[in-house]
């Protein structure tokens, strides 16, 4: 059974600085990685989908890495500011038939003026 | 264009009455999911829809639960008789399949989600 795990459960750290959130998987056999920030309250919003070919994606200040082989991937953000504070969530869709994504459970992050 | 919606955005009931949980995916999109997010439980899906059929109806946790969709386009999750461990809040996501060949394939976009108390 496909386990998502993500670490660390929080993290707070100062305006400016790059961060590393971390995502690993226990079944490598996926579709594709998806990464999700959700704003308390708030539904979630698509950041960046790396396909199962893939090894990154990119967007603005995200970027995002896949090691399908170890079942990791990383989320760096870059200079990092007060309104990237929200939970960021993994998630896997699996190689069988479903559909469906498989989520960790989110990574809270604070990031202080 | 518009994105998910979901109404209501929230939903007070009483403990064994039914409630009905709206959903309207993106224009065009031809596959539908409903997930449901509870406290201690993180993200749990519940089905999913291709066009008006439910392939994949895994993650309902029990015969309370029921979903369809018609056209192709609105769904609607029904709970009945509602117990106090259904409090979650319940998103609904759609995906497109026509972007088939774009690095964005498979995307699933969420909607605000229903909030959801039983009391």
């Known amino acids: 059974k496909q386990e998502v795990t993500q670490i660390p459960a929080a993290l707070s750290v100062p305006e400016g600085e790059n961060l590393v959130l971390n995502c690993s998987f226990t079944?490598?056999?996926?579709?594709?990685l998806q990464w999700f920030r959700q704003d308390p309250g708030k539904g979630l919003t698509s950041l960046l989908l790396?396909?199962?070919?893939?090894r990154e994606q990119t967007s603005g200040r995200l970027n995002a890495s896949l090691d399908k082989s170890s079942g990791r991937s990383t989320l760096y953000i870059a200079a990092s500011q007060p309104g990237d504070s929200a939970t960021y969530l993994c998630?896997?869709?699996?190689?069988?038939?479903?559909?469906?994504?498989?989520f960790g459970s989110g990574t809270r992050l604070l990031v202080r003026p | 264009g518009a994105g998910v919606s979901q109404s209501p955005s929230n939903k007070v009931t009483e403990k064994g009455k039914d409630v009905e949980l709206r959903c309207d995916p993106i224009?065009?999109?031809?596959?539908l999911y409903w997930y449901r997010q509870s406290l201690g439980q993180g993200l749990e899906f519940l089905i999913y829809?291709?066009?008006?059929?439910?392939?994949?109806k895994s993650g309902l946790p029990s015969d309370r639960f029921s979903a369809e969709r018609t056209g192709g386009s609105v769904s609607t999750l029904t709970i009945q008789r509602t117990q106090q461990e259904d409090s979650a809040v319940y998103l609904c996501?759609?995906?497109?399949?026509?972007?088939?060949?774009?690095?964005?394939?498979?995307?699933?976009?969420f909607g605000p989600g229903t909030r959801l108390l039983v009391l």
């Open positions: 996501a759609s995906s497109s399949r026509i972007d088939r060949g774009s690095p964005t394939k498979g995307t699933q976009y």
């Open positions: 079944d490598s056999a996926i579709y594709n």
């Open positions: 790396i396909q199962s070919s893939q």
């Open positions: 998630a896997v869709r699996e190689m069988d038939s479903s559909y469906k994504l498989i």
């Open positions: 224009s065009g999109h031809t596959a």
């Open positions: 829809f291709q066009g008006n059929s439910a392939p994949d």
